[in-house]
């Protein structure tokens, strides 16, 4: 094997390949290789084939539980779309199990709330919802939560899965109020030029000819248009095309037809907020008149109920209610909801039980870079150096 | 060393078929617990078979998460006849299937094989890597069958009856596969080797 030749080391690559060549012959092709830059390069590609890609480590606890629960985010977003009839027979079903009523009279009085019809073929009437002319309609959904459609409003329920309710709204105004202990734990509002996704509030959705608007009352909103994502607060009003605050004053009336007092309203015209610095307009008072964060987590991705995941963060002790928050805080963070998740992370490195505490901190640094929070990212990574200095 | 070797603890015994389909029936009617139980004893082998199915690492972790959604999505169907491991193992070869085939629509509109077999350079630690890179071209370019059967008994190391129950063919089948895919393999390599001496 002294005369070595490009064509032997081609001949030869099958045998190569499935380890079949003796030692000396193959280190004859390998001091060939020495020599030739085609052989050198053709013996590599054989290696990288016979070696294959070096196997992945092994995940740890961390990577571990951030896997899953983003596999489980999928697995949910991945849930069959409801079709209409089986929809509708699901609407049905919400309907009869959770005994819902349905009021329909003119504006500011109520009849007799009347039992909805559960068969399936009456069913996609409870599917259609409606304001009769000059007149609202009250849609009572249990456990204090109910829409009222109002000004012409017509919609429809789009989606019934588990907790989550999708209504697609056409024209008008509809008023809401979500509390949480109900079948309904999660409301999205898809308006004509955004969707509106609320989670235990008190909200208004207006749908116009020129704009949709979008306000809220108690708690928070999330506002999405396409990739744009904005969180409307407490006295809020915000046109949904331009993603801009707008005064809120004349809106208040509206109130009236979800009950309860109508507080003052703190917002005024603003410019158009980013994504971002949305998350920093909102008023004070409304900061301080949010609700829990684990209310608004809905255990939308935890498969856990809110109250569940609320009383293991309140009520549990030690490492359970530490993993819980850490759980809401990376579930906030996957659904881009970024200063719950800071908030949630904040807590969370607050806390006695901080195995995580590497990871809460990088993601609290990410997130705040993306804010461009300059000197909040500063003081994490110093943080960071100081817990883990040997990083 | 056999007294060190003796006070090791036993390896943990791994779960009956009985309790496999236990779990699996749980998992599949939303119990949580299950869910985490089989993700958290599979990802490990799941995320290997992946990246050798892959060729590497790059989009692992989403197809590792996608592996498991259509499983858990399709767990009613296991019915216990076989290892959870393997069935799990079948699922990531149907993922990688799919991973792959869209790959290569995307690499061929970049027309990334022109690029990769003109930019070699194989003397330095880059050009080992970039070797490595192009040889899992190579074999991402393969049909799906041979290239299953070169990955599972050269890399998992599956002998031909193991690797041949994974797939569900015969172990003839499979040996079939394994020498076309070698021979296709080398022929990659001798085609580029001629490719990279015509350009230069």
């Known amino acids: 094997m002294n005369e070595i030749r490009c064509a032997h080391v081609d001949d030869a690559v099958d045998r190569l390949l499935a380890g079949t060549v003796p030692p000396d012959e ?54 069959p779309r409801i079709g209409w009839r089986p929809m509708a027979i699901a609407a049905a079903a919400v309907v009869a199990a959770l005994g819902i009523g349905l009021s329909v009279g003119s504006r500011g009085t109520t009849t007799e709330p009347a039992r909805i019809a559960t068969t399936p073929e009456t069913a996609v009437d409870v599917v259609r919802w409606s304001a009769p002319a000059g007149g609202s309609a009250t849609y009572d959904l249990g456990g204090g939560t109910r829409i009222v459609l109002s000004e012409g409003a017509s919609a429809r329920v789009s989606g019934v899965n588990g907790p989550n309710l999708d209504l697609t709204l056409a024209q008008g105004l509809l008023v809401g109020k979500l509390e949480h202990g109900g079948a309904i734990e999660r409301i999205t509002i898809h308006a004509p030029r955004g969707r509106v996704e609320v989670v235990g509030t008190v909200f208004a959705v207006r749908a116009e000819r020129e704009q949709d608007i979008v306000a809220v009352r108690e708690g928070v909103v999330r506002v999405r248009t396409g990739r744009t994502d904005v969180q409307v607060h407490a006295g809020q009003a915000l046109s949904i095309e331009t993603l801009s605050l707008v005064d809120a004053t004349p809106l208040a009336p509206m109130w009236s037809l979800i009950g309860g007092q109508t507080p003052q309203t703190t917002a005024s015209l ?60 990376q579930i906030l963070e996957q659904e881009g909801r970024a200063a719950e998740a800071l908030r949630q992370y904040d807590l969370y490195l607050a806390g006695d039980d901080t195995r995580f505490a590497r990871g809460a901190l990088r993601a609290s640094i990410q997130i705040n870079r993306r804010l461009g929070r300059t000197s909040e990212v500063e003081r994490l990574e110093a943080e960071l150096l100081r817990r883990f200095p040997q990083r | 060393m056999i007294a060190a070797l003796k006070s ?6 791994l779960p009956s078929r009985a309790e496999e389909a236990d779990v699996a029936r749980r998992a599949s009617g939303g119990d949580r617990t299950a869910i985490r139980m089989i993700y958290d004893r599979h990802v490990g082998a799941m995320r290997r078979h992946l990246s050798f199915l892959l060729g590497g690492d790059s989009e692992l972790d989403d197809a590792v998460q996608t592996a498991f959604v259509r499983a858990f999505q399709s767990l009613d169907r296991f019915r216990g006849d076989c290892a959870l491991s393997t069935w799990l193992h079948r699922i990531a070869i149907n993922e990688a299937r799919m991973i792959v085939r869209s790959r290569i629509r995307r690499e061929r509109r970049e ?49 031909l009856e193991e690797a041949a129950s994974v797939i569900g063919v015969p172990s003839t089948t499979l040996s079939s596969r394994l020498q076309r895919a070698r021979q296709k393999l080398a022929e990659g390599v001798r085609e580029m080797r001629s490719t990279v001496r015509g350009a230069s």
Do not use: W
Request: with cysteine; aromatic share 2%; charged share 25%.
């Open chain 1, 26 to 79: 193959d280190a004859c092709y390998r001091t060939h290789a020495t020599e030739c830059a085609s052989c050198s390069a053709l013996l590599l590609r054989v290696e990288g084939l016979v070696g294959g890609p070096p196997a992945p480590p092994e995940p740890d606890d961390l990577a571990r539980r951030r896997g899953f629960l983003a596999m489980e985010a999928k697995l949910r977003a991945a849930q």
């Open chain 1, 270 to 329: 603003v410019a158009a907020p980013t994504p971002e610095t949305a998350l920093d307009v909102r008023p004070q008072a409304a900061v301080a008149a949010r609700p829990p964060i684990v209310a608004t987590v809905n255990g939308v991705n935890t498969g856990e109920t809110p109250l569940a995941l609320k009383l293991r963060i309140a009520g549990g002790k030690g490492q359970a209610a530490a993993d819980a928050r850490f759980d809401a805080a």
């Open chain 2, 111 to 159: 027309d990334v094989a022109g690029q990769r077999a003109l930019g070699l350079e194989p003397s330095s630690p880059e050009g080992r890597l970039a070797a490595r890179e192009v040889a899992m071209h190579l074999l991402r370019d393969m049909p799906d069958r041979e290239r299953e059967a070169f990955v599972l008994c050269q890399y998992e190391e599956l002998t």
């Open chain 2, 8 to 13: 090791m603890p036993p390896p943990p015994a």
